[in-house]
């Protein structure tokens, strides 16, 4: 079990470099992975009641101890990040299907992998899992809401439909997670030690699935769509950051709403792209998850190096003399 876990770990810690080298062998021979398209929605199940495993009533406490950061931290990434989609779509005057994925994957809730990456760039990480954890409990309903008035203008969006895709993709997994937590108690933790390897096994199939299913629209149109998702998850990045900053947050609350705001739960994204629209719609969702995991692995390297200036505490006030 031990040697279980410390794989698990490393391949945890090597999310980025797998994403990346299964979406380019999904893109060099599709055929390999073509029939995992069936399986995207049974796998992100899996991450989430995964999810579920780990979450506990601690988690919340920072609710109770600094809720208005919570809830700036919730608004900043449902405001940024699908105005920004939206703005880069009419921008780049993109096609239809292609900017319902970049609208879809900026509607959903933060990143699964969010968290390790504020805890690898020393910031606030009860803050982080607390944006995390609202924004995955709200998307039910502001992710449909959101897609329904931004995306609509391209193509038709079933609100209701939507919505409970999104129940059972999310919240009945993580609901059940919860709940084999509190029945199994201890016995579970033996099953968390290993849900990295799991939850990245997962996501790089799902990665594939879209990759291999939609090649040829990648092929032809690949260089625009990376385009835009590196600008996308970019903005997010940099307006939670200064979002943190005009707020006056101390530096490590600045550093997980940065992280919590750009990076993208994008295999709900591509989930939900290939179950209501088309498997092109899902790319945007599948290149985000390639390049958000590289970039917050960057960006949490260069904010790890970032301190608080000398004279300021961590919540941000002067130290008395």
Sequence with gaps: MRALAAL?????NTFALWVLVFA?????????????????????????FGMGLTLKLDDFAALARQPWRVALGVVAHFVIMPGMAWLLCQVFHLPAEIAVGVILVGCCPSGTASNVMVWLSKGDLALAVAIAAVTTLLAPLLTPTLIWFLASAWLPV?????????????MLPIVLGVLAQKLLGARVQTAVQVLPLVSVVSIVMIVCAVVAASQA?????????MAVVILHNSFGYLLGYMTGKLCKLPLAQRKSLALEVGMQNSG??????????????????????????ISGALLSTWFRRMEEPAGVEAEGKPVSQ
């Design 268 to 293: 709900l994204g591509a989930a939900l792209a290939a179950a209501h629209f088309s498997p092109l719609a899902a790319v945007p969702s599948a290149l985000f998850s390639v390049w958000h995991n």
């Design 8 to 12: 698990s770990r490393f391949v945890g």
């Design 24 to 48: 380019c062998l999904a893109f060099l021979q599709p055929q390999w992975f073509i029939a995992l398209k069936v399986a995207i929605v049974p796998l992100l199940g899996l991450v989430m």
């Design 217 to 225: 629209k990648i092929a032809e149109s690949g260089l625009l769509i």
């Design 158 to 170: 079933s609100f209701m439909d939507m919505f409970w895709s999104i129940l059972q993709l999310v």
